[in-house]
């Protein structure tokens, strides 16, 4: 980061018009808010699609800045909760798009809807990486779930007890999470 910039001449300059104190805060601020980004980064974004929303926030509420901590600290607390209420906002809604996947998961996804199996190695880990990104859209209880059933194999009695449950309510729960993979697998077919 360029430390001889003067903040305060920038901003001055920026708000009587002058474009090139923008550029100059831009270049100052970018790699403060591409640290921040890639430490927080969500799944499914870019990283220089939400710099530039962070950048764009912060020329936008650049009037609310009152000069009583570095620019460079008011622009980090910014960026945090922008990624922050980008996490959230995908664990509120998760969801798995078809670009989402590699060119390979969308030929597996292919391959299995026309064959109903995998014929080599290479098949399967991919398959097996497709299907846990199908998981990943499941909030974590629903996910342990599904994975304890699917996966290891355990009866409903043993699931029971380990999670306090009732046996009608992983039975509703189980239903539920299947019809939910269904919809996103239904998803992901219309679009490829």
Partial sequence: MDQSIDVADCLHRWKA???GAAEQLI???HPVISRIVRTHLPRRDHEDDLIQEILMKT???L??????????HWVSRL???????????????????????????????????????TRDAADVIQARDLVDKLLSTLPV?????????DLEGRSLEEISHSTGWGIS??????????????????KLEKRT
């Fill in 27 to 29: 270049l100052h601020l």
């Fill in 79 to 117: 960026a945090v909760t922008t990624c922050l209420d980008r996490l959230r906002a995908q664990k509120i809604r998760p969801e798995l798009r078809c670009a989402d996947l590699t060119p390979e998961e969308t030929d597996i996804f292919d391959r299995a809807e026309l064959e109903n199996h």
């Fill in 59 to 61: 020329f936008s509420r």
């Fill in 141 to 149: 209880e629903d996910r342990r779930l599904i994975l304890m059933v």
């Fill in 17 to 19: 018009g002058d474009e």
């Fill in 63 to 72: 009037h609310q800045y009152k000069a009583d901590a570095p620019l460079t």
């Fill in 169 to 186: 309510k992983i039975k509703m729960r189980l239903f539920r999470i299947r019809g939910q993979l269904r919809k996103t697998m239904d």
